[in-house]
């Protein structure tokens, strides 16, 4: 059975730092695009950052460019995404998806948030000022 499973959520101030863990169960991510996504109360779903698994690229919503890095650790079947300098703006579930990695330029293209072939449960991120 394919699972992801998200961790490292918290409640931060403004500024601080999160690391997000995404570990995969039963799939090779090396052959899946991987994406991080975030949605807040009363918001729609919205996409993060995205990472290909075959061939390393990597691609940020603007909403966070500078600030999140997404990376992976291919022994640990894991894919993170690290936060800094985290704004009230940032708070919301934060939630990893995978699809085919011949997907990624579609999916990336278009900021998609549906598609996806499988969800991990989400992780709640709480940024105060």
């Known amino acids: 059975q394919i699972q992801l499973v998200e961790s490292g959520g918290g409640a931060v101030q403004a500024g601080g730092s999160l690391r997000l863990s995404c570990r995969a169960s039963n799939i090779n991510l090396n052959y899946w695009t991987i994406g991080w996504f975030r949605q807040a109360p009363g918001k729609r779903r919205e996409g993060v950052s995205w990472?290909?698994?075959?061939?390393?690229?990597?691609t940020y919503a603007d909403s966070i460019k500078g600030r999140f890095i997404i990376s992976r650790d291919n022994a640990a079947n894991t894919v993170y995404l690290q936060m800094n300098d985290l704004k009230p703006e940032d708070t919301g579930v934060y939630s990893c998806a995978v699809v085919f990695w011949t997907r990624y330029d579609d999916q990336v293209a278009n900021m998609a948030t549906e598609g996806y072939d499988y969800w991990g449960q989400g992780t709640q991120v709480t940024v105060s000022a």
């Open positions: 990472l290909n698994g075959q061939d390393g690229r990597v």
